[in-house]
């Protein structure tokens, strides 16, 4: 008998519109896992909103956080594997960030401390991202003059969000930056967009991978909605989009099922798994 892995992101694929784990969802999945099916998630989002959002759910494996930078278990409640960008090329990130006049929010992994710095909140959107983060997931932000002078070792991540013309040129740059890679997708609360950078060697990609690896998988099932879900769609064996999902998406995947509204995920696991 296979051994299979289901994984789903979230926001846009397993989250309502809300955005939240509907009650039906919670029941369907929690169903399923109490009767064997392995599930987790691989999301954009960190610990600090991924772990609450998702507390209904019973996710049984360890979850992909960051678009695959780190690696979490959440029965155990600590990392098991997170992938640091070189020192070199956080500084030469952040150049870019300068020569397009850009903000960021840069991560910081310390021991098992997730911290978020910041040097200025420079427009509506960097702010509301801000205030959420802070006051409903409880998640450390500092603020410093310089990033530059807080990139060490243990820097994780760079993220920004804004329209796609002022994002998209300074995406191009940092497609050349050697030890890095990105993520550039709309987001789908607010119409802006969102360019992440990480790791070369973090992806969802890769963090479906090792948990193939590591827990012996034989089959990996895969759901998504956007453009940062494609990577999660390379390492899968079937590939699902729900009906909101991107075109490119769709024409990745393997099948297209119901919307997010509609509970897709939980619904196509319910009649297949």
Known sequence: MKKTLYVSDLDGTLLSPAPAITEHTAAV???LTAKGMHFTFATARSIYSAIPI???LNVNVPCLLMNGVSIYDIAAGGYIKSEFIPTEASAEVLAAFERHNI???MYRIDGEWLTCYYSELTTKVMRSFAE?????YKKPFVQVPRLADYANADTVYFTTTGPHDDLYPLKCEI?????VSHAFYLDVYNGEWYLEVFSDRASKANGIRFLRERYGFDEVVAFGDNLNDLSM???ADVKIAVGNAKEELKDAADIVIGTNSEDGVAEWLRNNS
């Open 29 to 31: 999945i929690n169903s």
């Open 54 to 56: 998702t507390s209904a």
């Open 103 to 105: 903000r960021c929010f």
């Open 132 to 136: 959420v983060r802070k006051h409903e």
């Open 175 to 179: 497609e050349h930056i050697k030890g």
């Open 233 to 235: 769609f390379e390492a």
